[in-house]
């Protein structure tokens, strides 16, 4: 990642390294394991269950990178990287699950499948 990137440039740039459908749905996958599991650890005061619970959805999330979309997850290559990944992937699930994705995916140029 160049270090005079905007946040913007980020944003597209993830969403090409998210561009097929089933990575994206992994990934839904896996945010909503540790949403859940934070919640659930919240509410039971056992906080084992959200580290649990985060690690389970960040595995899940990586293994798409793997063996979906055959490339390796922006979030590591490096801290600002990282951070503005966990906001791009909670910024993608809040879109792909209110249907307002495809804007974004088409400004990325990311096609349909």
């Not at 934070?38 to 619970?53: F, H, Q, Y």
Request: glycine fraction near 8%; charge should be positive.
């Amino acid at each position: 990642m160049s270090g005079e990137q905007t946040y913007d440039e980020f944003w597209l740039m993830y969403l090409r390294a998210h561009s097929r459908r089933k990575t994206r749905l992994i990934h839904y996958l896996g945010i909503s394991v540790i949403i859940v599991s934070i919640v659930w650890a919240i509410a039971s005061e056992i906080w084992w269950i959200a580290l649990a619970g985060i690690a389970t959805g960040y595995v899940t999330a990586w293994s798409a990178h793997y063996t979906v979309q055959h490339n390796v997850p922006v979030m590591f290559e490096g801290p600002k990287s990282a951070l503005w990944s966990l906001i791009s992937g909670l910024r993608m699930y809040v879109l792909g699950l209110s249907g307002q994705l495809a804007p974004q995916l088409r400004r990325a140029g990311v096609g349909a499948e």
